[in-house]
Every structure is written in C-alpha cells, then in structure tokens.
C-alpha cells in the first residue's frame, strides 16, 4: 500500500514537471515569434529575460536552499504506551528571499501509526522561522522512525527541486504496558512453590545439579568459564536452588495478519500483536511477582528460552519484548512443535498466539493429556470452512472438556479515546 502510494506520488511530480516544462517551451516561442515578427527593444528584452528566466530560477533555489537550516526536537526517545511524544520541526530562511513552496514529507511508518498526520507544503518569509509541531498519544508499542524523511525545495518555475534529508533518523521505542489482570489466576498449589522458591533463593543453595549448552537468554552468571574453554563453546550450570516448577509460556511469533506476506505496516495488525505483547508482559510480571520462575520460549529464526527468576532478568525480557517483531513473512514461519518443547520443568504452561489452527489445538490437546495446567490466550483462529462466531463456541467447548483455560482476546484502543491527536504549522 506505502509503495503503491509513492509511486502514485513519483508519477504525478513527473507529470507536474513535464506540464511545467510545456508551459515554459510555450512561452520561449511565444517571445520568439514575438520579437521575430515585431522586432524592437521590448520584444527583444521579453525574449532574452525568458531565455534566461530558468538560469535566474535555479540561482535563487541554489541559494535559498545554502541558506535553509533545519532542526528537529523530541522530548524523549522512549515512551511507555499511552504518553505523548511531543515533535518539533524548525526552518529557519537566513537569506533575503522568499521560499513559497518547501515540500515535508513524513516518514511512511509515522503516517500509518499517527493517523492526521500528513505531508505539507509550506513558504517562509525572509529572514523568518516556521515551526511544525505535533502532539499525538503512543497507542501501539515497538520500535519505529518518526518525524521528517526529507525536505523539497521547488523552484518558482516547477522545474527543478532540491531536497535535503536529517543528518539522523530519529527513532522512538514505545515499551508495553505493565498491566494487573484480575482473571490471571495461579493455582494454589503453585503459589505455595513460589513462596518455597522465594525462601530457597534466600537461604542460597549453589549445589550443582547438571551443566548444559547456553541458551540465549540465560544469564551470564551462570556461565562454566573453565569447561566453556575447554570445549570451545558455552556452557552454563544450574544449581538446585533453581527450582524444576517453572512456569513455562510459549510465544507465538507467527503472524498471517499482514497482506501479501508483506513487510510493510499495518495498523490494524499492529494493535493485535500489541494486544497480545500487552498480555504476555501481564502474565510474566504477574508470576514473576508470585515468585514463580517462567522458561519463556518463542521461535524467531529458531526455538529461543528466556529465564526470568530475578529483576533484572525481567527487566531485560521487559526490553526485548519492547521492540520484538511477529515472523510476517511466509518463508520465515517455521511449523510448530511445541508440545514436545514444553515437557519437563512444572505442569504450568501458557500458550500466547495471534492466531489459532486446527494444527496448534492438536498440540495444545496432546499438552493437556500429559497432566500440563494449560491456558491459553489468542486473537483469532483460521479456518477455511467456518469463520463464524460458532466456531469459537465450539472451540472453547472442547478446551473446556479438556481442562483447558482459554481466553480471546479482542484489541481495543478505548483507554485512548480521551486523547487528540494535535498538529500544529505555524511561523515561530
């Protein structure tokens, strides 16, 4: 859609040059019959200011564009969800003349995020400063460029441009939310584990009870130097104080949201992989704060684990999942095995996706028959024969026969209604 856009765009400044040009060769021989016919000082004036007219035209943009200084301005470059990012861009014209048409166009990602917000077009006076500024709200949690992607300077005539670009490309990272869910229910059996877990970690216990090969996202504490080096890759040891009734949740990257396996953004895609980001972190710092180890897992390029059993363990999966983007295109989406990935550690599992198939109920279903505690949370489900209503009656049916807890989760953005997105353009 970005790229049709543009090259919508591309194609009618052609036009406009080609129809400029046309217009200029019309009026060149105009004065030419003109002073051919009639002869004359005038006539002969007309001509040579015409011929030189576009000579005149490109000095005044050359130097109008050498004397044109602009800045841009944010109040911060990280945001929790739901704060307001305050943008400030400046121009300011040093030279004599005036600047009647400076093209500025926002960066494609800052468009479809912040709806308003558009490309304008502005003139600054001589020796005068024009500011545009833009307060909007943070609805959607990621990593992304905003503000301006490049400056057009037009000649008066419409036949040549010149176009600045920052000197850098701002980016803004917009963390989750972390929200308290009434309905994150812990058995009590496993609330009991994590006040003994809390207790073990206290009193220490550095006993070693197996050695294995490191995994991203375990911490560097646990590395085993001397054997890492003898073997020439990293190993890392567990002690028993790290307990074998971790909770263990399985993040779903795949997304089929996006159209045409396309990398480009979309914004209804967007607030559903935000929803499901928003209640993953929930989950976590909900265990986390009932002293519950978690094994996070999620396939990006292949399977990964995360442990979160201190702060700052948490702190850094809180980071990651900030800025982690779904598996959008067709080729990186790998089929799922996670039944098998989940056995071991404690019967707590938490199964998060956007999108539910008959593929991934079977292995939720073979989860649950080998005694897990699963619940599951998820957006949608994909099926080609029946995309009613019914089938997620009939579809929470059987994972309530199974003893599975599953919750649909429905994006909304209702907390933003009570923010307006302001854009103001106006001379400072």
Not at 113 to 126: C, N, Q, Y
Not at 240 to 251: G, K, L, Q, R, Y
Request: charged share 25%; hydrophobic share 40%; net charge neutral.
């Amino acid at each position: 859609m970005a790229k049709k856009k543009q090259k919508t765009k591309n194609t009618g400044e052609v036009k406009c040059f080609w129809k400029n040009l046309m217009l200029y060769l019309a009026l060149l021989i105009a004065c030419f019959s003109y002073a051919l016919n009639y002869g004359g000082f005038f006539p002969y004036t007309l001509l040579y200011l015409t011929l030189f007219l576009p000579l005149m035209n490109l000095f005044h943009l050359l130097i109008t564009a050498k004397m044109l200084r602009m800045s841009e301005r944010l109040n911060s470059r990280i945001f929790i969800k739901g704060e307001t990012v305050n943008y400030r861009f400046t121009l300011n014209n040093t030279s004599c003349f005036y600047m009647p048409y400076i093209d500025i166009h926002m960066h494609t990602e800052t468009r479809i995020i912040f709806e308003g917000l558009k490309d304008v077009r502005v003139s600054v006076a001589p020796f005068s400063v024009r500011q545009i500024k833009y307060d909007f709200p943070l609805a959607l949690r990621g990593k992304y460029s905003i503000g301006v992607e490049r400056v057009r300077i037009h000649d008066l005539m419409g036949l040549f441009t010149f176009t600045f670009h920052p000197r850098e490309k701002k980016y803004i990272l917009v963390k989750p939310r972390i929200l308290n869910r009434g309905y994150n229910i812990i058995p009590d059996s496993h609330a009991y584990e994590g006040q003994q877990n809390l207790e073990s970690r206290k009193h220490g216990n550095d006993e070693l009870s197996d050695i294995r090969k490191y995994v991203y996202g375990d911490s560097l504490k646990k590395i085993h130097w001397k054997l890492s080096a003898k073997l020439d890759k990293t190993m890392v040891r567990e002690t028993f104080s790290e307990p074998d009734n971790s909770a263990v949740i399985f993040f779903n990257l795949n997304s089929t949201l996006y159209k045409d396996n396309s990398e480009l953004m979309d914004k209804d895609a967007l607030l559903k992989e935000d929803c499901l980001i928003e209640e993953l972190v929930a989950e976590i710092n909900h265990l986390f704060k009932n002293h519950i180890p978690i094994k996070l897992l999620f396939n990006k390029d292949s399977l990964n684990c995360m442990s979160i059993s201190s702060l700052a363990e948490f702190n850094s999966t809180y980071e990651y999942l900030s800025e982690l983007n779904f598996n959008h295109l067709e080729h990186n989406r790998k089929n799922l095995d996670f039944s098998n990935s989940m056995e071991g550690d404690g019967s707590l599992k938490y199964i998060f996706t956007l999108t539910l198939d008959g593929d991934m109920v079977d292995e939720i279903l073979k989860l649950s028959n080998k005694g897990a505690n699963v619940t599951l949370y998820y957006i949608d489900y994909k099926s080609d024969d029946d995309k009613s209503e019914d089938m997620f009656e009939k579809i929470q049916e059987v994972f309530e026969k199974s003893g599975i807890r599953a919750v649909r989760l429905e994006p909304c953005m209702d907390w933003l209604e009570s923010q307006q997105f302001d854009m103001q353009d106006k001379p400072a």
